[in-house]
């Protein structure tokens, strides 16, 4: 399976490339500028060689070219993206990792797009994509530190559960992540909203937390 | 400190009444129905004979006379039951636990009230009181279950620091329960939507799931 990243030159999108190129898929990182992107590679293929054959850089069509794609540029630009790619993108999986957030007198506050989501925005700005929602809470410096486990569960929803399934079977494979079906799209928006929370945390007791649900046996 | 419980018949109100009295506080649960209060409350002493000289039943203003509340009616009544009782919660604690949820096809989904919570929406209501979120995501069976534990963090969020930590004390004191301050009342839209989450979780794998942030140290 080839994944392709669009808009993925950035701290979460570059990172969740080296995690899933480390657990052996191929991955395109696309950007707006493709040299962007061929550069964000190289940095990535220098520290982490092994990652060289699998990752490449690339425009945006690149990564739309993919089998699986991730929208991971900043949630504002997410839907002109996807649709600037609309050809190339349906009928395919686009996981949307997107939270609308923003600082407030140093407090996060989640923004509530008209459609209560970012996934369920991007989904009518493409309605052929099976839009799946996933990978909100993981930090992204977690996610780039190729050597640890992240020890998190990673909520997903979509409204078409075998898209779903695949990517449940994509989070399965980062070490220490837990992929956990949260039913269907309309459910984007509290899982986007509650990164909110997550960051709010952060920043009140200086750490980094991932959430956790007890009660779930494996 | 005596805590008040408006509309506290309910499963999740009563449940929180026996546990608060269990360790500790004075409790009055409130209703509608004076008599309906008191005949839960003979019920919860039947059971658990201890919180007989803590847990009375009363009306609402009963309730509303306390020094801290809860409201826990249904969520699309509470801002009336608030609005009903606004004289006597000036200036008090007003805790908000309700989250507005439908059942859709046998799946949860977060409704948003117009301002984004249900706390919110009280707030608006009865904006002398000091709203503080709390205890969405506690089952109301483990709540009520007085001999075990519950193992969950509590997400709080206010407007009012001093509050918030007020009720971070209460929760403490409920065996298992770990308050966490979650920042600002606008979180509440995130913390009482991902409520939906955790039900459709419970359905999904036929269990009680509770949130739990991993990295926060004690």
Not at 28 to 36: Q, V
Not at 56 to 62: C, K, L, P, S, T
Not at 131 to 154: Q, W, Y
Request: net charge negative; hydrophobic share 45%; with cysteine.
């Amino acid at each position: 399976m080839h994944i392709g990243i669009l808009g993925g030159t950035g701290p979460a999108g570059s990172a969740l490339g080296a995690r899933l190129a480390s657990v052996g898929y191929e991955v395109t990182i696309g950007s707006r500028s493709a040299d962007r992107a061929r550069d964000v590679c190289l940095e990535l293929t220098e520290k982490y060689p092994e990652l060289a054959a699998l990752l490449r850089g690339g425009d945006n069509a690149a990564a739309a070219a993919c089998d699986v794609i991730v929208i991971a540029t900043p949630w504002d630009s997410a839907a002109t993206t996807v649709q600037e790619n609309a050809e190339s993108l349906a009928g395919k999986i686009l996981i949307s990792m997107a939270n609308a957030l923003v600082r407030v007198a140093g407090e996060f506050q989640p923004l509530l797009p008209p459609r209560g989501s970012v996934a369920a925005h991007i989904q009518a700005a493409a309605p052929l994509c099976k839009v799946v929602a996933a990978l909100h809470h993981l930090p992204a410096k977690e996610l780039g530190h190729l050597g640890s486990p992240i020890d998190s569960d990673v909520l997903i929803c979509s409204d078409d559960p075998a898209s779903l399934r695949i990517v449940a079977e994509i989070v399965d494979r980062i070490p220490g992540c837990r992929p956990l079906d949260a039913g269907q799209l309309s459910n984007a928006t509290a899982i986007e909203a509650f990164t909110a929370v997550l960051l709010q945390l952060n920043v009140r007791y200086k750490t980094r937390v991932a959430p956790k649900l007890t009660g779930i046996r494996e």
